[in-house]
């Protein structure tokens, strides 16, 4: 997963108490990660201490960073800054091929552009030295076809 750093943060600052702090440190290093329970399988997001199925301790599991749009939003309207200088921008919950689902915003796109089930990959935002956030972008294949036209509107 692509890192992008040294750009200004002007977002409020993810918490990283918990378990999102190993999360966070884990996308500054490029790595997309989410929960495994070892006694059940069952696979979740976002970091808890427990697995929400039976309650185990769930480890760590890496993560293709491609996934599909299950369903996004379009914000148009919103006044408070930084995000308002932002709209129109998508925002969505995206299928994971390894189980569960994530969300975030959806980039390097234009949001008229964005439909249910595009495929897409993660990158990560540095926020501060040795901490990231996922994002998500068109899959290249999809970001070409687009451009060319051939979604079959």
Do not use: K
Not at 7 to 33: S, T, V
Not at 80 to 100: K, R
Not at 113 to 140: L, S, T
């Amino acid at each position: 997963m692509e890192v992008r750093r040294g750009r200004a943060w002007n977002r409020p600052i993810p918490n990283g108490e918990g378990d999102y702090g190993e999360f966070y440190a884990a996308c500054a290093e490029g790595r997309l990660l989410v929960q495994r329970c070892p006694a059940c399988d069952h696979r979740q997001f976002y970091p808890r201490p427990v697995c929400t199925r039976c309650g185990a301790t769930p480890e760590w599991l890496e993560c293709a960073g491609t996934g599909t749009v299950h369903t996004y939003t379009i914000i148009r309207q919103y006044r408070a800054e930084p995000f308002g200088s932002e709209v129109p921008y998508a925002l969505a919950m995206i299928d994971l091929p390894e189980g569960p689902r994530i969300f975030g915003p959806i980039t390097d796109v234009d949001v008229d552009d964005v439909h249910i089930d595009m495929p897409v990959e993660a990158y990560a935002v540095e926020f501060e030295e040795g901490r990231a956030v996922p994002q998500w972008r068109p899959r290249a294949s999809e970001a070409t076809a687009a451009t060319a036209g051939d979604r079959g509107r």
